[in-house]
């Protein structure tokens, strides 16, 4: 998870966005291990952003030239139905 684990662990994620929150007053954001649409939501429950950078590269690496686009607005899209629909 956020140590760049394959699975993220919530109960911790949770605990350190809390204790991070309440140093430095700001928004919290998570990355790492952020690869599917339900992680991006659950982890959209607990901070502030979530960074899915590491997934957007694996997508362009599986595309061709001709279907990154589509490939990328595709996967932006089911990204921000699950983020929004529980934010």
């Known amino acids: 998870g956020a140590d760049g684990t394959a699975v ?3 109960p911790r994620i949770t ?3 809390s204790q ?3 140093l430095v007053g ?3 954001a998570v990355a790492g291990s952020v690869r599917t649409i339900v992680t991006a939501a659950a982890v959209a429950r607990i901070a502030d952003a979530v960074v899915v950078g590491s997934r ?3 997508e362009v ?3 061709t030239p001709e ?3 589509e490939r990328l607005k595709a996967l932006v899209v089911e990204l921000r139905r699950s983020i ?3 934010v």
Do not use: K, N, Y
Request: charged share 20%.
């Open 8 to 10: 993220l662990d919530l």
């Open 15 to 17: 605990s350190q966005v």
């Open 20 to 22: 991070i929150r309440a």
């Open 26 to 28: 700001m928004p919290v």
């Open 56 to 58: 957007i590269v694996e």
């Open 61 to 63: 690496e599986q595309s």
């Open 67 to 69: 279907t990154v686009l």
């Open 84 to 86: 929004d629909a529980v």
